[in-house]
Protein backbone atom coordinates (compact mmCIF):
# COMPACT_ATOMS: atom_id res chain seq x y z
CA UNK A 1 0.00 0.00 0.00
CA UNK A 2 1.61 3.67 -0.91
CA UNK A 3 1.33 6.67 1.27
CA UNK A 4 -2.18 7.74 1.27
CA UNK A 5 -1.45 10.85 2.90
CA UNK A 6 1.17 12.48 0.81
CA UNK A 7 -0.91 15.47 0.44
CA UNK A 8 -0.60 16.13 4.45
CA UNK A 9 2.04 19.07 6.32
CA UNK A 10 4.58 16.96 8.16
CA UNK A 11 3.53 17.65 11.31
CA UNK A 12 0.06 16.87 10.84
CA UNK A 13 0.53 13.62 9.12
CA UNK A 14 0.54 10.79 11.18
CA UNK A 15 2.90 8.05 8.74
CA UNK A 16 6.10 7.43 10.03
CA UNK A 17 6.73 3.95 8.51
CA UNK A 18 5.14 2.20 5.07
CA UNK A 19 3.53 -1.31 5.89
CA UNK A 20 2.51 -3.71 3.64
CA UNK A 21 -0.86 -4.78 2.68
CA UNK A 22 -2.82 -7.25 0.60
CA UNK A 23 -5.38 -9.92 1.23
CA UNK A 24 -6.25 -12.92 -0.84
CA UNK A 25 -9.74 -11.56 -2.30
CA UNK A 26 -8.33 -7.73 -2.99
CA UNK A 27 -9.45 -6.31 -5.90
CA UNK A 28 -7.18 -4.19 -7.69
CA UNK A 29 -10.11 -1.99 -8.82
CA UNK A 30 -10.90 -1.39 -5.23
CA UNK A 31 -7.91 0.86 -5.34
CA UNK A 32 -5.63 1.83 -2.61
CA UNK A 33 -6.60 0.90 1.61
CA UNK A 34 -7.57 3.75 3.38
CA UNK A 35 -8.54 1.71 6.80
CA UNK A 36 -7.45 -2.03 7.48
CA UNK A 37 -8.07 -3.93 10.62
CA UNK A 38 -6.07 -6.84 11.02
CA UNK A 39 -6.85 -9.60 13.91
CA UNK A 40 -8.62 -6.71 16.32
CA UNK A 41 -10.60 -8.05 19.13
CA UNK A 42 -12.71 -5.62 21.48
CA UNK A 43 -13.78 -6.09 25.04
CA UNK A 44 -15.74 -4.58 27.55
CA UNK A 45 -14.44 -5.75 30.94
CA UNK A 46 -14.70 -9.35 29.90
CA UNK A 47 -17.10 -9.02 27.52
CA UNK A 48 -16.01 -9.60 23.80
CA UNK A 49 -17.45 -7.26 21.86
CA UNK A 50 -15.09 -7.77 18.46
CA UNK A 51 -13.77 -11.46 18.13
CA UNK A 52 -10.77 -11.14 15.36
CA UNK A 53 -11.45 -9.38 12.99
CA UNK A 54 -9.37 -8.05 10.36
CA UNK A 55 -10.49 -6.21 7.01
CA UNK A 56 -9.51 -3.52 4.40
CA UNK A 57 -11.70 -1.29 3.48
CA UNK A 58 -11.15 0.55 -0.08
CA UNK A 59 -10.28 4.44 -0.31
CA UNK A 60 -12.69 6.90 -1.89
CA UNK A 61 -16.11 4.17 -1.32
CA UNK A 62 -19.06 3.60 0.44
CA UNK A 63 -18.21 0.87 3.07
CA UNK A 64 -21.84 0.41 5.07
CA UNK A 65 -21.67 -2.26 7.84
CA UNK A 66 -24.54 -4.47 8.65
CA UNK A 67 -25.66 -7.13 10.95
CA UNK A 68 -28.19 -7.16 14.40
CA UNK A 69 -28.08 -4.80 17.30
CA UNK A 70 -25.22 -5.86 19.42
CA UNK A 71 -23.06 -7.53 17.06
CA UNK A 72 -20.55 -4.79 17.37
CA UNK A 73 -21.06 -2.43 14.77
CA UNK A 74 -20.33 0.76 16.54
CA UNK A 75 -17.72 -0.63 18.70
CA UNK A 76 -15.46 -1.82 15.60
CA UNK A 77 -16.56 2.19 14.01
CA UNK A 78 -14.98 3.99 17.34
CA UNK A 79 -12.17 1.48 17.29
CA UNK A 80 -11.52 3.36 13.25
CA UNK A 81 -10.53 6.89 15.30
CA UNK A 82 -10.32 5.53 18.76
CA UNK A 83 -13.40 7.06 20.37
CA UNK A 84 -13.55 3.92 22.02
CA UNK A 85 -10.53 5.61 24.12
CA UNK A 86 -13.28 7.17 25.98
CA UNK A 87 -14.26 3.99 27.43
CA UNK A 88 -12.62 3.16 30.36
CA UNK A 89 -13.70 -0.62 30.54
CA UNK A 90 -12.94 -1.11 26.26
CA UNK A 91 -9.82 -2.95 25.89
CA UNK A 92 -8.94 -2.93 22.20
CA UNK A 93 -5.98 -5.54 20.84
CA UNK A 94 -4.93 -5.94 17.36
CA UNK A 95 -4.27 -2.94 14.74
CA UNK A 96 -6.04 -0.70 12.89
CA UNK A 97 -4.19 0.63 9.87
CA UNK A 98 -4.99 4.19 8.74
CA UNK A 99 -2.30 5.41 6.10
CA UNK A 100 0.45 2.59 6.84
CA UNK A 101 0.34 3.67 10.43
CA UNK A 102 -1.09 1.73 13.44
CA UNK A 103 -3.62 3.96 14.76
CA UNK A 104 -2.92 2.50 18.74
CA UNK A 105 0.83 3.06 18.39
CA UNK A 106 1.76 5.42 21.13
CA UNK A 107 2.81 8.39 18.77
CA UNK A 108 -0.83 8.69 17.46
CA UNK A 109 -1.95 11.51 19.04
CA UNK A 110 -5.93 10.93 18.82
CA UNK A 111 -6.79 14.50 18.32
CA UNK A 112 -5.15 14.77 15.21
CA UNK A 113 -6.69 11.19 14.23
CA UNK A 114 -9.99 12.32 14.51
CA UNK A 115 -9.22 15.40 12.34
CA UNK A 116 -8.26 12.99 9.80
CA UNK A 117 -10.88 10.39 10.62
CA UNK A 118 -14.43 12.43 11.39
CA UNK A 119 -17.50 10.61 12.54
CA UNK A 120 -21.23 11.82 12.39
CA UNK A 121 -23.69 10.02 14.98
CA UNK A 122 -27.19 8.52 14.80
CA UNK A 123 -28.46 11.81 16.59
CA UNK A 124 -27.67 14.94 15.02
CA UNK A 125 -26.08 16.58 17.83
CA UNK A 126 -24.93 20.36 16.36
CA UNK A 127 -23.35 22.55 19.08
CA UNK A 128 -25.58 25.55 21.05
CA UNK A 129 -23.67 27.45 18.83
CA UNK A 130 -24.30 29.53 15.51
CA UNK A 131 -24.05 27.46 12.13
CA UNK A 132 -20.91 29.24 11.38
CA UNK A 133 -19.37 28.47 14.55
CA UNK A 134 -20.61 25.39 14.39
CA UNK A 135 -18.58 24.22 10.85
CA UNK A 136 -15.52 26.07 12.31
CA UNK A 137 -15.03 24.53 15.30
CA UNK A 138 -12.61 21.83 14.45
CA UNK A 139 -10.20 24.78 12.82
CA UNK A 140 -10.36 26.33 15.78
CA UNK A 141 -8.85 23.26 17.50
CA UNK A 142 -6.50 22.92 14.70
CA UNK A 143 -5.31 26.58 15.04
CA UNK A 144 -5.98 26.81 11.40
CA UNK A 145 -4.49 30.17 9.76
CA UNK A 146 -6.68 29.92 6.18
CA UNK A 147 -10.01 31.91 5.17
CA UNK A 148 -12.07 30.37 8.04
CA UNK A 149 -14.99 31.93 6.29
CA UNK A 150 -14.17 30.23 2.84
CA UNK A 151 -14.03 26.79 4.33
CA UNK A 152 -17.16 27.30 6.16
CA UNK A 153 -19.15 28.01 3.20
CA UNK A 154 -16.99 25.15 1.34
CA UNK A 155 -18.15 22.58 4.16
CA UNK A 156 -22.01 23.40 3.73
CA UNK A 157 -22.11 23.57 0.31
CA UNK A 158 -20.14 20.06 0.35
CA UNK A 159 -22.79 19.11 2.86
CA UNK A 160 -25.18 20.38 0.48
CA UNK A 161 -26.62 23.03 3.22
CA UNK A 162 -25.13 26.11 2.20
CA UNK A 163 -28.43 27.06 0.18
CA UNK A 164 -30.22 26.71 2.82
CA UNK A 165 -28.67 28.11 5.41
CA UNK A 166 -26.25 30.76 4.19
CA UNK A 167 -28.60 33.84 4.97
CA UNK A 168 -28.58 32.61 8.79
CA UNK A 169 -25.19 31.67 9.05
CA UNK A 170 -25.14 33.59 12.93
CA UNK A 171 -28.28 31.84 13.94
CA UNK A 172 -28.19 28.60 16.78
CA UNK A 173 -27.30 25.42 14.39
CA UNK A 174 -29.88 23.85 17.01
CA UNK A 175 -32.85 25.78 15.20
CA UNK A 176 -32.53 23.76 12.17
CA UNK A 177 -34.52 20.53 11.12
CA UNK A 178 -33.49 17.07 11.94
CA UNK A 179 -32.14 16.59 8.55
CA UNK A 180 -30.57 20.00 8.10
CA UNK A 181 -28.88 19.72 11.67
CA UNK A 182 -27.13 15.91 10.33
CA UNK A 183 -26.09 17.48 7.40
CA UNK A 184 -25.07 20.60 9.85
CA UNK A 185 -22.53 17.58 11.64
CA UNK A 186 -21.85 15.98 7.77
CA UNK A 187 -20.26 20.11 7.16
CA UNK A 188 -18.47 20.00 10.35
CA UNK A 189 -16.62 16.52 10.11
CA UNK A 190 -15.75 17.99 6.62
CA UNK A 191 -13.93 20.88 7.53
CA UNK A 192 -11.34 19.89 9.09
CA UNK A 193 -10.29 18.05 5.75
CA UNK A 194 -10.45 14.62 6.76
CA UNK A 195 -10.13 11.47 4.29
CA UNK A 196 -12.61 8.80 5.96
CA UNK A 197 -15.87 9.71 7.39
CA UNK A 198 -17.59 7.04 10.16
CA UNK A 199 -21.47 7.21 10.53
CA UNK A 200 -23.15 5.79 12.55
CA UNK A 201 -26.89 5.52 11.30
CA UNK A 202 -26.89 9.08 10.52
CA UNK A 203 -30.26 9.08 8.78
CA UNK A 204 -32.42 6.43 11.56
CA UNK A 205 -33.78 9.32 13.15
CA UNK A 206 -34.87 11.35 10.18
CA UNK A 207 -37.91 11.45 8.07
CA UNK A 208 -37.87 9.53 4.42
CA UNK A 209 -37.21 12.50 2.46
CA UNK A 210 -34.27 13.79 4.43
CA UNK A 211 -32.61 10.75 5.05
CA UNK A 212 -33.02 10.52 0.89
CA UNK A 213 -30.86 13.65 0.92
CA UNK A 214 -28.22 12.15 3.37
CA UNK A 215 -28.16 9.09 0.88
CA UNK A 216 -27.58 11.82 -2.55
CA UNK A 217 -25.08 13.28 -0.52
CA UNK A 218 -22.67 10.36 1.02
CA UNK A 219 -22.91 9.40 -2.67
CA UNK A 220 -21.62 12.42 -3.67
CA UNK A 221 -19.07 12.70 -0.39
CA UNK A 222 -17.35 9.51 -1.96
CA UNK A 223 -15.79 11.10 -4.35
CA UNK A 224 -13.79 12.97 -2.05
CA UNK A 225 -14.15 10.94 1.25
CA UNK A 226 -13.81 6.92 2.05
CA UNK A 227 -17.17 6.74 3.79
CA UNK A 228 -17.96 4.08 6.38
CA UNK A 229 -21.93 3.76 7.56
CA UNK A 230 -23.63 1.59 9.69
CA UNK A 231 -26.91 1.20 8.75
CA UNK A 232 -30.09 -0.93 10.16
CA UNK A 233 -31.35 -0.43 6.73
CA UNK A 234 -30.68 -3.23 4.22
CA UNK A 235 -32.08 -1.13 0.97
CA UNK A 236 -30.11 1.69 2.01
CA UNK A 237 -26.97 -0.12 2.75
CA UNK A 238 -27.83 -1.72 -0.83
CA UNK A 239 -28.14 1.86 -2.54
CA UNK A 240 -25.37 3.49 -1.26
CA UNK A 241 -22.57 1.10 -0.65
CA UNK A 242 -19.95 -0.45 -3.00
CA UNK A 243 -18.84 -2.64 -0.39
CA UNK A 244 -20.57 -4.31 2.74
CA UNK A 245 -19.10 -6.08 5.73
CA UNK A 246 -21.61 -7.84 7.67
CA UNK A 247 -21.39 -8.43 11.29
CA UNK A 248 -23.10 -11.32 13.14
CA UNK A 249 -23.76 -12.06 16.90
CA UNK A 250 -20.62 -12.18 19.02
CA UNK A 251 -18.55 -9.54 17.03
CA UNK A 252 -17.76 -11.87 14.05
CA UNK A 253 -17.50 -10.68 10.44
CA UNK A 254 -19.01 -12.95 8.80
CA UNK A 255 -18.47 -11.83 5.25
CA UNK A 256 -17.23 -9.04 3.32
CA UNK A 257 -17.68 -8.72 -0.35
CA UNK A 258 -19.09 -6.12 -2.98
CA UNK A 259 -22.20 -4.91 -2.09
CA UNK A 260 -24.20 -6.68 -4.99
CA UNK A 261 -22.30 -9.99 -4.13
CA UNK A 262 -24.09 -9.98 -0.18
CA UNK A 263 -26.84 -8.99 -1.42
CA UNK A 264 -27.88 -11.25 -4.45
CA UNK A 265 -25.40 -14.42 -3.87
CA UNK A 266 -23.64 -14.25 -0.54
CA UNK A 267 -21.43 -16.95 0.31
CA UNK A 268 -23.09 -17.60 3.95
CA UNK A 269 -26.13 -18.97 4.84
CA UNK A 270 -26.32 -17.10 7.94
CA UNK A 271 -25.74 -14.06 6.18
CA UNK A 272 -28.32 -14.56 3.94
CA UNK A 273 -30.85 -15.14 6.57
CA UNK A 274 -30.46 -11.86 7.99
CA UNK A 275 -30.55 -10.15 4.67
CA UNK A 276 -34.24 -11.58 4.33
CA UNK A 277 -34.98 -10.85 7.90
CA UNK A 278 -35.15 -14.75 9.51
CA UNK A 279 -33.30 -13.29 12.21
CA UNK A 280 -31.76 -10.57 13.83
N1 LIG B 1 -19.87 1.45 26.66
C1 LIG B 1 -20.07 0.13 26.75
N2 LIG B 1 -19.85 -0.53 27.91
C2 LIG B 1 -20.03 -1.85 28.00
N3 LIG B 1 -20.47 -2.64 27.00
C3 LIG B 1 -20.70 -2.04 25.81
C4 LIG B 1 -20.52 -0.64 25.63
N4 LIG B 1 -20.84 -0.34 24.35
C5 LIG B 1 -21.21 -1.51 23.77
N5 LIG B 1 -21.14 -2.53 24.64
C6 LIG B 1 -21.46 -3.94 24.37
O1 LIG B 1 -20.73 -4.37 23.24
C7 LIG B 1 -21.53 -5.14 22.36
C8 LIG B 1 -21.56 -4.48 20.99
O2 LIG B 1 -22.23 -3.24 21.10
P1 LIG B 1 -22.32 -2.20 19.91
O3 LIG B 1 -22.93 -0.98 20.43
O4 LIG B 1 -20.97 -2.09 19.25
O5 LIG B 1 -23.31 -2.97 18.91
P2 LIG B 1 -24.05 -2.47 17.61
O6 LIG B 1 -23.84 -3.53 16.57
O7 LIG B 1 -23.63 -1.09 17.27
O8 LIG B 1 -25.58 -2.49 18.06
P3 LIG B 1 -26.81 -1.54 17.59
O9 LIG B 1 -27.17 -2.01 16.22
O10 LIG B 1 -27.89 -1.84 18.58
O11 LIG B 1 -26.34 -0.12 17.62
C9 LIG B 1 -22.90 -5.25 23.03
O12 LIG B 1 -22.95 -6.46 23.73
C10 LIG B 1 -22.93 -4.08 23.98
O13 LIG B 1 -23.71 -4.35 25.10
MG1 LIG C 1 -24.61 0.72 17.20
Known amino acids: MSNTSSDTTEDESLITTEVETGSANWSPALGETAVAARDL ?28 SGCGKSTFLRCINRMNDMIDVC ?64 SLKGAALWDEVKDQLDSSG ?6 QQQRLCIARAIAPDPEVILMDEPTSALDPVAASKIEDLID ?13 NMQQAARISDRTAVFLTGGQLVEYDDTAKIFEDPEEQRVEDYITGKFG
Not at 112 to 122: C, D, E, P, S, T
Not at 174 to 179: E, K, P, V, W
Request: hydrophobic share 35%; no cysteine; net charge negative.
Open 41 to 68: NVFYGDEQAIDDVSIEIPEKRVTALIGP
Open 91 to 154: RVEGDVEFGGKNVYDADVDPVALRRKIGMVFQKPNPFPKSIRDNVAYGLKIQGYDGDVDARVEE
Open 174 to 179: LDLSGG
Open 220 to 232: DLAEEYTVIIVTH
